[in-house]
């Protein structure tokens, strides 16, 4: 019998956190683990969610706090684990940062042993107002209580839900994402809808949400476009801010030169496709998506919010400021597009340098969850 572990998320998109640990649950022995995953979002047909049920793993979609407030959710969440203790859960993995700690607190009143914060991004939209740093406040103190393991993408992000020291303490651990390097070996390309073969491709993944600065996105492209009239800009993703932003590409008169391709599942085949990525990040975590770039040896102009842990010192990743001017953005795109490509070999042996590679997160999870 195989044990059971929970994996609680915001939502089951094709978002950095839900993607890294889909990588993770297509490799794990499903013979030996098998996960349960608790979604705070009860809309249907979930980016996932058809994927998760062909591997054998179970679905429960429950209200988010915004939705029922705090004692409805938390109560739900604790018939929920209540639920999955039953059925042989052992441990529960939290990817909902601040609010990680309702939780592992809901999970430590059902008695369940292993109770898992991780921590992947240095900021929060949410802690802008008094009640929003409210709330992360009390779900750091609640992360303090009640998880019995405290894990991070890099010091940043641990410092940022666990406060300044907790690597040094032994408080917090650090679990960077990994890439399943296999896909980009095996060299797939996609095929670009509407995009000449001789263009010059601009890439970008990312959800349409304030943090991922697509409104600067868009200004940098059409001062790009300028210099380079072949050019293309290709975003991949989804979110609240698509049509705002589609809006705008008309208003530049760029329709002709963008392409929204939604959300898609092969992003490992659609980074070869790319000449260059552009990163304007106002925060991240690690920003995994820069990691599945470098694997397929794509350069990338990023924002210099972004955690320096995201570069695999393959020459690939170029930070600037976002208070730089947009002339001195297109000139690093010019030097990187001039830069040769590493190979296969150098980028796999960085990798590993690195322990980025999902057999070494496999097995350190394997080692927390206590299987």
């Known amino acids: 019998m195989s044990e059971l572990i929970i994996q609680v998320f915001g939502t089951l998109g094709a978002g950095g956190a839900e993607s890294r640990m889909m990588d993770v ?3 794990i022995d499903k013979q030996h683990v098998q996960f349960a995953f608790v979604t705070l979002d009860k809309s249907k047909n979930q980016f996932y969610e058809k994927e998760i049920l062909s591997l054998g793993g179970s679905i429960i979609k429950i209200s988010s706090p915004k939705e029922k407030g705090l004692m409805r959710h938390f109560s739900e969440l604790l018939s929920t684990f ?4 039953q059925q042989g859960a052992i441990a529960i ?3 909902t940062l601040y609010h990680c ?4 607190m809901a999970a430590r009143v059902v008695a369940i042993p292993v109770r898992i914060a991780h921590s992947r991004n240095t900021d929060t ?16 103190v609640l992360i303090k209580i009640f998880a019995t393991h405290c894990l991070a993408l890099n010091k940043e992000c641990a410092e940022y839900l666990y406060g300044k020291g907790c ?6 651990t650090v679990l960077p994402n990994a890439i399943d390097l296999t896909k980009y070996k095996m060299k797939k390309r996609a095929q670009l809808p509407n995009v000449p073969d001789d263009a010059l491709v601009i890439g970008h993944v990312g959800r349409f949400q304030p943090m991922k600065n697509h409104t600067f996105l868009i200004d940098f492209f059409a001062k790009f476009h300028t210099l380079y009239p072949e050019s293309y800009l ?12 589609a809006e705008k590409v008309e208003s530049l008169n760029l329709s002709k030169y963008v392409r929204f391709l939604g959300l898609r599942n092969d992003v490992y085949a659609l980074m070869p496709c790319f000449n260059l990525f552009v990163f304007p990040s106002i925060f991240e975590g690690l920003a995994g998506v820069l990691l599945e770039a470098e694997a397929a040896g794509i350069p990338c102009l990023v924002s210099d919010t972004i955690p320096s842990t995201a570069d695999m010192n393959l020459g690939l990743i170029k930070f600037i400021s976002l208070n730089k001017d947009l002339s001195e953005w297109c000139e690093e795109a010019a030097y990187l597009l001039e830069q040769e490509k590493p190979d296969y070999s150098v980028i796999e042996a960085a990798f590993k340098k690195r322990h980025f590679t999902l057999e070494q997160e496999i097995s350190d999870l394997y080692s927390i969850y206590g299987v």
């Open 234 to 245: 290709v975003m991949v993703g989804d979110g609240p801010q698509r049509q705002e932003i």
């Open 101 to 104: 700690g309702i939780v592992c």
């Open 25 to 27: 649950y297509r490799n």
């Open 167 to 172: 690597i040094e303490s032994g408080k917090a």
């Open 82 to 85: 209540k639920y999955l203790k």
């Open 93 to 95: 993995h939290s990817h």
């Open 125 to 140: 939209l949410n802690g802008k107002t008094f009640v929003g740093r409210m709330q992360v406040n009390i779900g750091k």
